[in-house]
């Protein structure tokens, strides 16, 4: 029974990593796109095509770029847990 | 040439075999949700992550004795061959667990069903151990803890995180224009699924790594446990990456447009949800499957978006693949280490080398009947794993591409 309460421990912590950074992460990216984006309307023509107006305000570039740099920051985390990791964490 | 010499030479064949089965039954795990949304295509996927699986490869930075150690009885603690066991019968034991791994990996290839290539091997192992020494040669609790436990665990939270994560950015990205939408989660689906890929280089060709030094140590040519020969990297890099680049298509076809149809905000969820999971586990010590994660963050980001369908007739025929995995490999590993037995030494281990063969040969022909490649791998699912051949599917992609 203890092998079996021991995994169960592990993986609860498995799955709040894989929720806070595989949940996480494509929320921050999808934040910036709205950020880089959501300044402009989308109106749909009469021949079925759609027709995107308005820019991106300055505001809106750098919130855009802040939440790429995070996930691009977290990718290349991962890279480095992954060469690392065992010396990192110690296991 | 002495009968060990004979053997090892054989176990190594088969164990870059095995690395190169599970290089191309694997692409699928991180490439298929690129390719069915069109972020890449199919061939530059394929070839992106086989450079990655190489990378992959030579990143690892520390020995798999494990992989076999944690289910049967034939090592000591630090991972070295029980003596009693050194040349001939170690040798014998790893070729035919190898075997179990390569049939099944290649079995569930032939229908388009991704299961995990640890497993098989796993699988295989086992079963070459009950064979020789009885159910006293596996270690029951290693099994559960490392194989059975994460299996039911890691499709279902991959499932749980994605249909999250899917659901909440398509109520972020609703009023953004679905040609920029799909442009932006395009860029983070390459990102996402190429970590994967990495990844995948690093934990899956390091246990073939592991499998050849223990048949160079149980041959009595390598000593170290803790290091790996520079060949045994090299060749064990290429070997993955080969068969990365050949790509699994069939498997790739059903995880990317038969299980769930997939758009690009989904495909990105389903990758970072892999490539986190995958991650976080692996320093956790709970080793799940590439495979399994990956085909539940696929079959969850199908549950996540409002009006798309998960066609559970095929996850249902993918959960009994993964139930039977560890079985079905375990009886072929059995039964080739029982025949490599009867027949004896060199003679019986190159006897089964040559039906490995035929098998192999057998289910590539049969592949052939309905065969699935880059040009149709996208081809609308109508109900199986072979495409239709309409026209629609021909003028699409230019041939031979």
């Known amino acids: ?91 | 040439m002495t009968e060990a010499l004979f053997i090892l030479a054989v176990v190594v064949v088969t164990a870059l075999a095995f690395d190169f089965t599970n290089g191309f039954h694997d692409t699928g795990n991180a490439m298929a949700t690129s390719i069915a949304t069109g972020a890449l295509k199919p061939k530059v996927a394929v070839g992106l992550s086989a450079v990655l699986n190489l990378v992959g490869a030579f990143l690892s930075v520390q020995v798999a004795l494990t992989i076999s150690n944690k289910v049967i009885n034939i090592q000591s603690s630090n991972g070295a061959p029980v003596s009693a066991l050194m040349g001939v019968p170690i040798l014998t034991i790893v070729f035919a667990g190898l075997v179990g791994g390569i049939l099944w990996n290649l079995a569930t290839w032939l229908f388009g069903l991704p299961s995990s290539s640890s497993h098989a091997l796993i699988g295989g192992l086992i079963g070459s151990a009950i064979a020789a020494f009885g159910f006293g040669g596996v270690k029951w609790a290693g099994v559960i803890t490392s194989v059975a436990l994460p299996a039911i665990f890691a499709p279902v939270i991959a499932a749980l995180v994605a249909a999250v994560g899917t659901r909440v950015i398509y109520a972020i990205t609703a009023r953004i224009a679905p040609a920029n939408r799909d442009k932006g989660f395009r860029w983070g689906q390459i990102g996402s699924a190429s970590l994967v890929s990495l990844a995948h280089g690093t934990n899956d060709a390091q246990k073939t790594m592991g499998v050849i030094t223990l048949a160079l140590i149980g041959y009595g040519s390598w000593t170290s446990t803790t290091s790996v020969p520079i060949w045994v990297k090299v060749a064990c890099a290429v070997a993955i990456a080969a068969g990365t680049y050949i790509g699994g298509w069939r498997v790739i076809r059903t995880l990317g447009k038969g299980l769930v149809e997939i758009e690009s905000p989904q495909g990105m969820a389903a990758e970072f949800t892999s490539a986190a999971a995958i991650l976080s586990s692996a320093h956790l010590g709970l080793a799940l499957s590439t495979t399994h994660v990956a085909t539940g963050s696929i079959l969850g980001t199908g549950l996540g978006r409002k009006g798309a369908s998960v066609r559970w007739g095929v996850a249902g025929r993918m959960v009994v693949a993964w139930v039977i995995t560890l079985p079905a490999a375990a009886i072929v590993g059995g039964i080739c280490w029982q025949l490599s037995h009867l027949i004896g030494g060199a003679a019986g281990v190159g006897v089964m080398f040559v039906v490995l063969l035929a098998a192999a040969v057998g289910m590539f022909l049969r592949s052939r009947r309905s065969a699935v490649s880059a040009h149709n791998v996208n081809a609308e699912w109508e109900g199986g794993l072979a495409p239709a051949e309409t026209t629609e599917t021909r003028t699409a992609t230019p041939a031979g591409v």
């Open chain 1, 1 to 91: 029974m203890e092998i079996i309460t021991t995994t169960l421990g592990e993986v609860w912590k498995v799955a709040l990593g894989a929720l806070i950074l595989g949940a996480g992460l494509p929320i921050v990216f999808s934040l910036g796109l709205k950020s880089l984006y959501g300044s402009q309307t989308v109106a749909a023509r009469a021949d079925g095509g759609t027709t995107i107006t308005g820019g991106t305000g300055a505001a809106g570039k750098v919130g855009a770029v802040v939440c790429f740099g995070i996930v691009v920051a977290a990718i290349l985390f991962g890279v480095v847990v992954l060469i690392w990791g065992k010396q990192m964490f110690g296991k």
